[in-house]
C-alpha cells in the first residue's frame, strides 16, 4: 500500500463517517439526556475524541503509507497485529450491521414504507461493494466529492431552519445547576463521534505531520460544532418535547421548513443527505475489505469484497429479523468504539515510542 | 472493454431498481386525491369526512355525501374511534387514497374538545400526511361546510389552506403548524387553534379556539382578537377609527416592539409587558381634508394608546380568569429567565395568580401621501 490520503481528503473522511447516520438522530438523543444545553456535551464529546484522533493521525503519519495492521506488525508483532486485525473486523462488521439496519429504518419509516428492509439492505450492499472494490484512493476521493456538496447543502439547510425555527426551545443555553446533566450527556455522545477509528486503513504521506495533526484535531471540532447547529436547529424547528419523541428528528424537522421554491425540503435529504449517509457506510465497508485483504491476501480482492458484502448483508438482516440484537449492538458498540478510537492506538503509539520508532513531527 | 460494459450494464440495472417511481409507481388518475378532511364527533361515534378532488371525469365514487356538478366529492366514514372511522372509509373507497395532498384538515368543535391530542399524534405517525398542513376548527356541522362555495369551484381545502396564508401574510392571523400544537400538547402548554366558519357560505377566518390541556375551553372571535395578535403575532397589522379632530380617523397599526419582563420575587411572579406601536393616520371623515395639528394627532395617539392598552389587558385578563390557559405564552418568558423555578413549580396554576403589568406607547405619524397642513 503506497497510496495516501490528503488533508482534505481527511476531512471528508471523518466528516461523513462521523454523520453518517448519528446525524439523524442526535437531536432525539440531545433532547432526551442533556435538553438547552446539550451543545455543551457535544463539545465535550468533540474535545475528547479530537484528542483520540490525534494519537491515530500521528501514529499513521509516523509509518508512512502503511494501515494499522502493516505498521502494527512492526510494533507488536506479526502475531498481535494479525489479532488486532480480528478484533477491528468484527468490530467493523457490527458498525456495518448497526448502520445497515439504521440507514434500511430511515428510509423505511421516513420514505418507503412498503419496501421490505431486507430488499434495502441488499440493494445497498451491492452499492457499497461496487464503491469499496475500487480501493483506498479512489475511496478518499469519493469522499471528498460527495462531501463537499453535503457540507454545502446541510449548512444551507439548517441555516434556512435557523431562520424558521424558535429560538426559545432552545434556551437557556447554558445553567449552571444543569451542569452534571450535561456532563453526563457526554455518555450518550459518545456514539456520535465513533468512526474515527476508520482513520486506522487510511494511510498517510508522513509528510508534514504537524499539519495532519491539526488538520484532524480541527476537522472533529469542527463536526461537534456541525452537529451542535443540527441539533439546535432541529430542535427549534420541532420543539424541545417533539424532538424527543421523533427517532429520526433530524427528517421530521427538515420537513417542517416552509420553502415556496421547493415545497418537498426533505427531498434534500433523499438525495444529498442520504448520498452523505451512503458513502459513510462505504467508508465502513472498505474497513472491513481492507483488514480482510491483508488476513486472507493470497485471496482476489473481488472475492473479499463479494464475501465482506454476503457476510455485512447476512448479519443486517439477521439483526433486522432478531430484535435483541440491536440492543446488543448498541451497548457493545460505545465500549468496543472506545477501545478501538482510543486504547489501541495509544497503546500502539506508546510502544512505538518506547521502541525509538516514532520520530519527533518536522 | 469488455468487463467495463458489464459493469456499466449492472449498474445501470441497478439504478432502475433503485428508483422509486418503477417499483410501485401509481399513476395520479389511479389515486384518489384528497384535499381536505374534517374529523367531526356525535355522541359516542366519531367521522372522518374527505373531500376528493375529481381528476378526471371517472374519478370519486361520489358515495356518502354531495358531488353533483362540483369538482369535488366527499366521503364520511364513521366508528367508535378514529382506527374504526377511517376503516369505514377505507370500506367505501373505489381507489387507494392518497393523503399527501391534503392541505386542510378540520375538526369540528365537538371532536376538538377532546379529541385533538389523539388525531394530531395519529396525524404525527402517518408519514402520507404533509407534515406543514394546517389545522383549523369549525363550529358548523361538516354537512355545512361541504357546501361552502367558491367563484373558481376549487377544492375547499385548498381555498381554506390560501384563505389562512393570505390571513398570516396580511399579519391578520397568529397560526402555527400542526407541529407546534403537538410539541404543546407534549410540553402541558395552552395553546390557540385557527377558527374558520361560514358567511354567506363563503368560507372566513372568524377567530380562534382556545385550548386547556389539549382540551377545547372557549373561543375568541377575530373581531376581538386584536390584543391576542399584539402578544402572539410576529407583525400584526390593525386599523382603528377613532374620534378626532371633530369628525373620526382612520389609523393603521402595527406592532413596532414586543418585551416581556419576567421577575420572581417571594413566591410571587410577575411580568411587566412592554409594546410599542407604530400608528399610520391614512384619512379622516368630514368633507374637510386635512390640517392635523400636533395637538390633535397628540391627542388622537393618545386615545389611540389607551385602545390598544385596553385591548392587551383584556387579552391577557381573558387568558388569566375566563379561559385559565397560558396561551399568551408567558410561561416560556418565565422558563427562560427562571428555569429552576419553573421546573419546580405547576405553572398552569402559578400562572393564574401572576401580575402582569402593562404598557404601551405609539409612534404616530402620518401618511407620507398626505399633506396635513393642507387646507
Same mark, same amino acid.
Given at each position: ?84 486485525? %480480528? ?21 423505511? $419509516? ?8 431486507? $430488499? ?42 435557523? =431562520? ?21 450527556? %457526554? ?43 443540527? %441539533? ?16 429520526? $428528528? ?49 485471496? !482476489? ?49 506508546? #510502544? ?11 | ?10 449498474? &445501470? ?88 395532498? %391534503? ?20 396525524? *404525527? ?8 398542513? !394546517?389545522?383549523? #376548527? ?102 382603528? *377609527? ?12 402595527? &406592532? ?15 411580568? *411587566? ?30 386615545? =389611540? ?58 409612534? #404616530? ?11
Amino acid at each position: 500500500m503506497h497510496s495516501s490520503v490528503s488533508n482534505r481528503q481527511m476531512f471528508f473522511l471523518l466528516l461523513l463517517t462521523l454523520t453518517a447516520y448519528t446525524v439523524i438522530s442526535i437531536p432525539n438523543v440531545i433532547s432526551q439526556t442533556s435538553g438547552t444545553g446539550g451543545w455543551l456535551s457535544l463539545m465535550i464529546t468533540a474535545f475528547l475524541f479530537a484528542v483520540f484522533v490525534v494519537v491515530i493521525v500521528r501514529l499513521n503519519s509516523a509509518f508512512p503509507g502503511m494501515m494499522l495492521f502493516e505498521y502494527s506488525q512492526r510494533i507488536v508483532g506479526r502475531i498481535m497485529a494479525y489479532v488486532l486485525a %480480528v478484533y477491528f473486523i468484527l468490530y467493523f462488521l457490527m458498525i456495518s450491521a448497526y448502520l445497515n439496519v439504521q440507514l434500511s429504518a430511515v428510509l423505511r $419509516a421516513g420514505f418507503y414504507p412498503k419496501t421490505p428492509q431486507w $430488499a434495502m439492505t441488499i440493494a445497498s450492499a451491492i452499492v457499497f461493494g461496487i464503491v469499496a472494490h475500487r480501493g483506498v484512493a479512489s475511496v478518499a476521493r469519493f469522499f471528498e466529492v460527495i462531501g463537499t456538496i453535503f457540507v454545502i447543502t446541510a449548512v444551507a439547510t439548517h441555516f434556512v431552519m435557523l =431562520l424558521q425555527g424558535d429560538l426559545r426551545e432552545v434556551q437557556p443555553f447554558f445553567h449552571t445547576s444543569k451542569l452534571p446533566e450535561y456532563l453526563l450527556g %457526554v455518555k450518550d455522545c459518545l456514539f456520535a463521534f465513533l468512526g474515527v477509528e476508520l482513520l486506522t486503513i487510511f494511510p498517510l504521506s508522513g509528510k508534514s505531520i504537524g499539519r495532519s495533526v491539526t488538520t484532524a484535531f480541527l476537522t472533529v471540532l469542527f463536526i461537534g460544532i456541525f452537529y451542535a447547529f443540527v %441539533v439546535e436547529t432541529c430542535i427549534m424547528m420541532l420543539g424541545m418535547q417533539s424532538a424527543q419523541n421523533y427517532n429520526f $428528528a433530524l427528517i421530521e424537522a427538515v420537513k417542517q421548513i416552509d420553502n415556496p421554491v421547493l415545497e418537498r425540503f426533505d427531498i434534500l435529504f433523499l438525495t444529498v443527505g442520504f448520498a452523505g449517509l451512503v458513502t459513510g457506510v462505504c467508508g465502513v465497508y472498505l474497513a472491513l475489505v481492507e483488514y480482510a485483504a491483508r488476513l486472507f491476501h493470497k485471496a !482476489n480482492r473481488l472475492a473479499i469484497v463479494v464475501g465482506t458484502g454476503v457476510v455485512m448483508a447476512s448479519l443486517s438482516i439477521a439483526t433486522q429479523s432478531i430484535k435483541p440484537a440491536m440492543t446488543v449492538l448498541e451497548s457493545v458498540i460505545p465500549i468496543a468504539g472506545l477501545v478501538s478510537a482510543f486504547l489501541i492506538p495509544t497503546i500502539l503509539l506508546l #510502544i512505538a515510542k518506547v521502541r525509538g520508532l516514532v520520530q519527533k513531527p518536522l | 472493454m469488455f468487463k467495463n460494459r458489464c459493469k456499466l450494464i449492472v449498474l &445501470l440495472l441497478l439504478i432502475i431498481f433503485l428508483l422509486t417511481g418503477c417499483w410501485d409507481a401509481a399513476d395520479v388518475s389511479s389515486l384518489d386525491l384528497s384535499t381536505m378532511v374534517i374529523l367531526d364527533r356525535k355522541g359516542d361515534e366519531l367521522s372522518f369526512t374527505l373531500e376528493i378532488a375529481k381528476i378526471s371525469s371517472v374519478s370519486g365514487s361520489g358515495e356518502g355525501g354531495g358531488g353533483g356538478g362540483k369538482k369535488q366529492t366527499y366521503l364520511t366514514g364513521t366508528g367508535k374511534d378514529l382506527a374504526e372511522a377511517r376503516h369505514a372509509l377505507d370500506m367505501q373507497m373505489d381507489k387507494p387514497l392518497f393523503l399527501g395532498t %391534503v392541505r386542510a384538515l378540520i375538526l369540528t368543535e365537538r371532536a376538538a374538545a377532546n379529541d385533538l391530542a389523539e388525531y394530531l399524534f395519529r396525524l *404525527r405517525e402517518n408519514q402520507e400526511y404533509r407534515q406543514k398542513v !394546517n389545522i383549523s #376548527i369549525i363550529q358548523d356541522d361538516p354537512q355545512a361546510l361541504t357546501e361552502a362555495e367558491n367563484e373558481t369551484d376549487q377544492p375547499l381545502g385548498f381555498v381554506i389552506d390560501d384563505t389562512i396564508h393570505t390571513g398570516q401574510a396580511n399579519g391578520h392571523t397568529c397560526a402555527v403548524t400542526t407541529e407546534k400544537y403537538v410539541n404543546d400538547i407534549l410540553a402541558k402548554r395552552g395553546f390557540i387553534i385557527q377558527h374558520i366558519g361560514l358567511a354567506d357560505k363563503q368560507i372566513k377566518l372568524d377567530g380562534y379556539s382556545v385550548f386547556r390541556d389539549a382540551k377545547l375551553v372557549g373561543f375568541i372571535s377575530m373581531e376581538s382578537s386584536s390584543g391576542l395578535s399584539y402578544m402572539l403575532s410576529d407583525q400584526p397589522i390593525w386599523v382603528y *377609527r377613532l374620534p378626532g379632530d371633530g369628525g373620526f380617523i382612520t389609523a393603521e397599526v402595527k &406592532l413596532g416592539h414586543r418585551e416581556i419582563k419576567p421577575s420572581y420575587h417571594d413566591g410571587q411572579v410577575s411580568f *411587566r409587558v412592554q409594546l410599542t406601536f407604530k400608528a399610520t393616520i391614512q384619512y379622516k371623515t368630514e368633507v374637510s381634508l386635512f390640517p392635523l395639528n400636533e395637538q390633535n394627532i397628540q391627542q388622537y395617539s393618545d386615545d =389611540l394608546n389607551q385602545v390598544l392598552a385596553q385591548e392587551v389587558r383584556a387579552a391577557i385578563e381573558q387568558s388569566q380568569n375566563e379561559f385559565q390557559s397560558d396561551y399568551l405564552e408567558f410561561g416560556e418568558a418565565f422558563r427562560l429567565a427562571y428555569p429552576d423555578e419553573f421546573e419546580r413549580m405547576d405553572w398552569s396554576a402559578e400562572y393564574l395568580k401572576a401580575i402582569i403589568e402593562t404598557s404601551t406607547s405609539v409612534d #404616530i405619524s402620518v401618511s407620507d401621501k398626505i399633506d396635513i397642513e393642507a387646507s
